[in-house]
């Protein structure tokens, strides 16, 4: 199964207040394990982006002010997602922009369908506490040193890592799967029946149990 992690910076908010995207990230998986394939792309928003938004994420209107706009990418990012699983921390946040944009410039929304809200898992599996994906890795011990700022694909990353700990199953381990299972089996009994076994007469335990009252009385303490 593929599996997508995606996550955006923006300007704002609110796609309806006038906020654009300026970061697209997403992360290939198969069964939870990177394909070391990515989509990442920093995007001119075309507007400015207000001093609360920089000090989040750190992208500056000029230095995204050379970078492609949304609709040269639109397609690519499309490519990538079709037909997988996508996996967002708050979806609705996200979603929010992507279809967004997506509608602006006359692309089909990413279906609803499609997309798991780690958020909603988390809440459910922790009602009650926080769930921000700063918190769930502080729970899970997964290392934040490098978060010195919001980042689309380092938080992808750390989302992947979030995700397997909410879904409780283990790092992907080596795939045996190839051993001929029937010729495993048989080389074990061999090794387990071949051993000699000692059966012990009623004369010897009796004599085991006197020694072990005598020894256990004679030792304790």
Partial sequence: ??????DTETTGLSFGDGHRIVEIACIETIDLIPTNKIFHKLINPQRDVPEEAFKIHGFS???LKD??????????????????????????????FLNGELSKINKENINIAS???SLE??????????????ALCKKFNI?????????ALLDCELLREVYINLLDVKEPKFNL??????E??????????????IEVSNEELEKHKQFLKAEIKKNFY
């Avoid at 898992?121 to 700063?134: E, I, W, Y």
């Avoid at 290392?143 to 980042?151: A, I």
């Avoid at 799967?177 to 029937?182: A, C, K, L, M, T």
């Fill in 143 to 151: 290392n934040l040193s490098r978060r010195k700022k919001h980042n």
């Fill in 121 to 134: 898992v988390a809440r459910n599996k922790f009602p009650g506490t926080s769930n921000s994906l700063d």
């Fill in 115 to 117: 997309v798991v809200d």
């Fill in 61 to 63: 209107s000029e230095f």
């Fill in 1 to 6: 199964m593929s599996e997508i992690f995606l």
């Fill in 67 to 96: 970078k492609e706009t949304f609709d040269k990418i639109a397609d690519e990012l499309l490519n990538f997602i079709k037909g997988k699983k996508i996996i967002i921390h708050n979806a609705n946040f996200d979603l929010g």
């Fill in 184 to 197: 495993f089996k048989s080389s074990n009994k061999e090794k387990l029946y071949s051993k000699t076994i």
């Fill in 177 to 182: 799967s190839s051993i001929n299972q029937d």
